[in-house]
């Protein structure tokens, strides 16, 4: 009998002394990782939608699904946000009790509702499947993308003038998924629209002779010349191109600047500056705001602590009006993301930037001016070359640079991949110095290039792929995000009765 006593205790005491189980998804997996601190921030307060798991990391079923969630994470990214919490944690107990959690894991769609913050919260129980998972979530993905037709064209271009928009010729009666994630990301700033094939009057006004055609429209009484997109269908591509004519909501959203108010709604550059920059700093963590891309980190960095922000109504009462700031240029953060913009076979005159890790004064006066110079050609209506930023981060700084034989932490140069051609700001051997950074000496350099004035340098061979990249083999990415492109086909699906996870690929590949 002492015996046995003596053992229940030595395993109770050996139960005790286990650590606790890390969660099942780590820092590098798609799958965000949430708790009951930055669930708010992150998934209610988002105009994504998002889905949540609670689950316990010693549960069998739990295991068993992290496969084909993580997939679902992946097939998703851009598009919805996918989540997990884990309810082992003893600081995440009451807070999976408050959503009712009975069992693990337990599947939660949020979708967000009328009001910011006040998401529409419904259980998944359908098929623990990737593919089952990313049908019902993009099922919930918020449709803000007008239908339009030769009919209203008219009043939809009329309606609310300055407001950018993005209008998709497209041969398809549904709306992509793509294209509603593309919508949320520009939420309020950016009206999308799609119009079919069929609307034969406007298909002739814009001159569209393939489908799909994305056309953005910047606003304004001028805004007669769209800009017509020639990059590839993937979401970070059309977000970079969008965000020439306004800037993507960060998600999750920056705290809040403080802006001191004053009577004349006047506030001192200074300070306008000051809070721009810090506004836009969070939101260049975002990465351009894309749903769930980034987001693990961001619940990494700021979870723990939370932000005080100022009450929203304190903003809403007196509206305060800043002095139109200058959004940051657009980063290509990857190698992917340059070639695709700016080093492909088929791609125009790009303007970049190569900062360094540290950024001097003369690097942060050439990104406002840059910044500034695009912002003037947006409101202006004009049609300019695309400015990106391409940090030390980037791996393909490095060999760009070295491909050209630059070597100065701070470069801009022109690019045209399609002509295989570079040109260095100032002039090809001397080192930018302050004044050739003003905004003048930019615009002035840039006309001159649009001119096809000066002369310009041959890109070394290899630099650009000659034909247009083969798709990336699926061994690399084995999930890739920008083919879940088409929510619902109207064709008729002829599904082969191929193995589940490898439909959930191949089906969602148009905008
Ligand atoms: C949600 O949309 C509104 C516009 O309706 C925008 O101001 C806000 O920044 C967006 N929030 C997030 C987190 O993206």
Same mark, same amino acid.
């Given at each position: 009998?002492?015996?046995?006593?003596?053992?229940?205790?030595?395993?109770?005491?050996?139960?005790?002394?286990? =650590?606790?189980?890390?969660?099942?998804?780590?820092?590098?997996?798609?799958?965000?990782?949430?708790?009951?601190?930055?669930?708010?921030?992150?998934? +209610?307060?988002?105009?994504?939608?998002?889905?949540?798991?609670?689950?316990?990391?010693?549960?069998?079923?739990?295991?068993?699904?992290?496969?084909?969630?993580?997939? +679902?994470?992946?097939?998703?990214?851009?598009?919805?946000?996918?989540?997990? &919490?884990?309810?082992?944690?003893?600081?995440?107990?009451?807070?999976?009790?408050?959503?009712?959690?009975?069992?693990?894991?337990?599947?939660?769609?949020?979708?967000?509702?009328?009001?910011?913050?006040?998401?529409?919260?419904?259980?998944?129980?359908?098929?623990?499947?990737?593919?089952?998972?990313?049908? #019902?979530?993009?099922?919930?993905?918020?449709?803000?993308?007008?239908?339009?037709?030769?009919?209203? *064209?008219?009043?939809?271009?009329?309606?609310?003038?300055?407001?950018?928009?993005?209008?998709?010729?497209?041969?398809?009666?549904?709306?992509?998924?793509?294209?509603?994630?593309?919508?949320?990301?520009?939420?309020?700033?950016?009206?999308?629209?799609?119009?079919?094939?069929?609307?034969? +009057?406007?298909?002739?006004?814009?001159?569209?002779?393939?489908?799909?055609?994305?056309?953005?429209?910047?606003?304004?009484?001028?805004?007669?010349?769209?800009?017509?997109?020639?990059?590839? *269908?993937?979401?970070?591509?059309?977000?970079?191109?969008?965000?020439?004519?306004?800037?993507?909501?960060?998600?999750?959203?920056?705290?809040?600047?403080?802006?001191?108010?004053?009577?004349?709604?006047?506030?001192?550059?200074?300070?306008?500056?000051?809070?721009?920059?810090?506004?836009?700093?969070?939101?260049?963590?975002?990465?351009?705001?894309?749903?769930? #891309?980034?987001?693990?980190?961001?619940?990494?960095?700021?979870?723990?602590?939370?932000?005080?922000?100022?009450?929203?109504?304190?903003?809403?009462?007196?509206?305060?009006?800043?002095?139109?700031?200058?959004?940051?240029?657009?980063?290509?953060?990857?190698?992917?993301?340059?070639?695709?913009?700016?080093?492909?076979?088929?791609?125009?005159?790009?303007?970049?930037?190569?900062?360094?890790?540290?950024?001097?004064?003369?690097?942060?006066?050439?990104?406002?001016?840059?910044?500034?110079?695009?912002?003037?050609?947006?409101?202006?209506?004009?049609?300019?070359?695309?400015?990106?930023?391409?940090?030390?981060?980037? &791996?393909?700084?490095?060999?760009?640079?070295? #491909?050209?034989?630059?070597?100065?932490?701070?470069?801009?140069?022109?690019?045209?991949?399609?002509?295989?051609?570079?040109?260095?700001?100032?002039?090809?051997?001397?080192?930018?110095?302050?004044?050739?950074?003003?905004?003048?000496?930019?615009?002035?350099?840039?006309?001159?290039?649009?001119?096809?004035?000066?002369?310009?340098?041959?890109?070394?061979?290899? *630099?650009?792929?000659?034909?247009?990249?083969?798709?990336?083999?699926?061994?690399?990415?084995?999930?890739?995000?920008?083919?879940?492109?088409?929510?619902?086909?109207?064709?008729?699906?002829?599904?082969? =009765? +191929?193995?589940?996870?490898?439909?959930?690929?191949?089906?969602?590949?148009?905008?």
């Amino acid at each position: 009998m002492v015996h046995t006593a003596t053992l229940t205790a030595a395993a109770a005491a050996l139960l005790c002394a286990l =650590p606790v189980q890390a969660g099942l998804y780590p820092k590098s997996s798609a799958v965000l990782s949430i708790d009951g601190k930055n669930y708010d921030r992150l998934i +209610a307060q988002s105009n994504h939608t998002s889905i949540v798991e609670f689950y316990a990391p010693w549960c069998g079923h739990c295991k068993n699904l992290q496969p084909a969630y993580e997939k +679902a994470a992946q097939n998703l990214k851009g598009l919805a946000k996918v989540a997990a &919490v884990n309810c082992d944690e003893e600081s995440n107990k009451q807070f999976c009790g408050t959503f009712g959690v009975q069992g693990f894991p337990t599947l939660k769609i949020v979708k967000p509702g009328q009001k910011t913050g006040r998401p529409i919260v419904e259980d998944y129980n359908g098929p623990r499947t990737a593919k089952g998972i990313v049908e #019902a979530v993009m099922d919930k993905i918020p449709n803000l993308v007008k239908r339009v037709t030769d009919k209203d *064209l008219e009043t939809f271009l009329a309606d609310a003038n300055e407001t950018p928009k993005a209008l998709l010729f497209t041969d398809k009666g549904k709306t992509s998924g793509l294209l509603k994630a593309v919508a949320i990301d520009f939420k309020g700033s950016i009206k999308v629209a799609q119009i079919r094939n069929t609307d034969k +009057a406007s298909v002739e006004l814009f001159g569209v002779t393939k489908f799909p055609t994305l056309v953005l429209l910047p606003g304004g009484k001028e805004a007669a010349e769209g800009i017509v997109y020639d990059g590839e *269908l993937k979401k970070d591509a059309i977000v970079a191109f969008l965000s020439q004519a306004a800037t993507p909501n960060p998600d999750p959203a920056p705290p809040k600047v403080k802006v001191p108010k004053k009577k004349d709604s006047k506030i001192s550059p200074d300070k306008a500056k000051a809070a721009f920059e810090k506004a836009s700093k969070s939101h260049a963590k975002a990465d351009g705001s894309t749903a769930g #891309a980034t987001a693990t980190e961001e619940v990494l960095e700021d979870g723990a602590k939370p932000t005080e922000s100022p009450s929203p109504e304190a903003d809403t009462e007196k509206p305060v009006v800043l002095p139109d700031p200058a959004p940051a240029i657009p980063t290509l953060a990857t190698e992917g993301q340059l070639k695709k913009e700016c080093l492909g076979p088929k791609t125009g005159t790009c303007i970049l930037a190569f900062t360094a890790e540290t950024e001097d004064a003369t690097t942060k006066k050439a990104l406002e001016a840059l910044a500034e110079l695009a912002h003037k050609h947006a409101i202006a209506k004009r049609n300019t070359l695309p400015f990106f930023v391409v940090p030390k981060s980037n &791996v393909a700084q490095d060999v760009v640079k070295a #491909a050209i034989s630059l070597d100065a932490p701070l470069e801009i140069v022109a690019i045209n991949g399609r002509r295989g051609w570079w040109r260095k700001l100032p002039a090809k051997g001397s080192a930018i110095k302050d004044e050739d950074v003003t905004v003048e000496a930019i615009e002035s350099w840039v006309d001159a290039i649009k001119m096809g004035e000066g002369s310009k340098e041959k890109l070394p061979e290899g *630099l650009i792929p000659t034909e247009p990249e083969a798709p990336e083999p699926q061994a690399e990415h084995p999930i890739v995000v920008e083919e879940i492109l088409e929510e619902v086909d109207d064709e008729p699906k002829t599904e082969k =009765p +191929a193995a589940e996870e490898t439909k959930v690929d191949d089906k969602h590949d148009e905008l």
